[in-house]
């Protein structure tokens, strides 16, 4: 007989023990049975509630991308102005629910898996489109026709240092990461 209620637990289990499996092992090498294990139960019920590894990795980055969207919306509400806004916007891009050396490991494999995966190369691209357009809300009035080209670097930036600040071989330090962001976005708007 299932234990009514916990359904939800054990997924949100799987999804956390998913995303440490991958930055143990620093790529999808891993096993349903690694994972099912680090949560707590068997391989059999990981297949029972999400069918396959892909599976449980996308709700993983689904997990992700839901924790650095909060992130985003928590920081821009105490923004002010969109100068004030784009810095937000960069500093949650390097906050602490997201910028963690088992969380890269996660993006780099689901960069990997989107370029051969459908459901994956959805996602990602959701995801850049999210931070292409709350870039391009606070970049038209101060740039004006140069903001979609701006947007885009500043995303690639994001995404670039992100990746290259956590897998070096230190602790991530997201402030030198989001300044560094920062500063070229300064050069590009002028101010």
């Not at 599976?55 to 993983?60: G, H, T, V």
């Not at 996602?123 to 489109?129: A, E, N, R, T």
């Not at 606070?138 to 903001?147: I, Q, S, T, Y």
């Amino acid at each position: 007989m299932p234990k009514v209620g916990m359904e939800p637990i054990r997924r949100s289990a799987l999804v956390k023990a998913t995303i440490t499996e991958i930055g143990r092992h620093g790529s999808l090498d891993v096993t349903v049975s690694q994972i099912a294990k680090r949560a707590g139960m068997s391989s059999a019920l990981a297949h029972h509630y999400f069918g396959s590894k892909e599976q449980i990795f996308l709700a993983a980055m689904r997990h992700i991308l839901t924790i650095y969207a909060a992130e985003v919306r928590g920081a821009l509400l105490t923004a002010r102005g969109p100068k004030d806004r784009l810095r937000a916007t960069i500093l949650a891009s390097f906050g602490s629910g997201s910028f963690r050396r088992e969380v890269a490991s996660a993006w780099l494999n689901f960069y990997v898996l989107a370029q051969t995966q459908p459901q994956a190369r959805r996602l990602l691209s959701v995801y850049q489109g999210r931070l292409r357009s709350t870039l391009l809300h606070d970049l038209r009035p101060l740039v004006g026709d140069r903001a979609e080209t701006i947007a885009d670097t500043v995303g690639a930036l994001i995404d670039g240092v992100y990746l290259r600040e956590v897998l070096k071989g230190d602790s991530p330090t997201a402030s030198k990461a989001a300044a560094m962001v920062w500063d070229c976005l300064e050069r590009e708007i002028g101010e």
